[in-house]
Nanobody, 116 residues
Framework: QVQLVESGGGLVQAGGSLRLSCAAS????????MAWYRQAPGKQRELVAS???????NYAYSVNDRFTISSDNAKNTVYLQMNSLKPEDTAVYYC??????????WGKGTLVTVSS
């Protein structure tokens, strides 16, 4: 059974930083594309950052140069370092894993609130 458990969300002032973690179990971590999505109130879920098993990383334009996705294969954990946070970054952040045979898995999310 695949499980993705996010942690690290919270309340932070604008300009501050947070690091989100996603601990994965039940998957061969290095064989998956790992990603972070977010969903703000009243908006659709959007891709924030992704990291493929080949090491390619992609970011949404709105977070480029502020957020960094990284992973620790030994710990089966993916991280999202978020710097220079803005109020518009407020959202529930979800960890996502896509395997090579079409499986898609989601965590339950962690709330990030950025105050102005």
């Amino acid at each position: 059974q695949v499980q993705l458990v996010e942690s690290g969300g919270g309340l932070v002032q604008a300009g501050g930083s947070l690091r989100l973690s996603c601990a994965a179990s039940g998957i061969i971590f290095s064989d998956n594309t790992m990603a972070w999505y977010r969903q703000a109130p009243g908006k659709q879920r959007e891709l924030v950052a992704s990291s493929t098993s080949g090491g390619s990383r992609n970011y949404a334009y709105s977070v480029n140069d502020r957020f960094t996705i990284s992973s620790d294969n030994a710990k089966n954990t993916v991280y999202l370092q978020m710097n220079s946070l803005k109020p518009e970054d407020t959202a529930v952040y979800y960890c996502n894993a896509d395997d090579k045979i079409g499986g898609r898995y989601w965590g339950k999310g962690t709330l990030v609130t950025v105050s102005s």
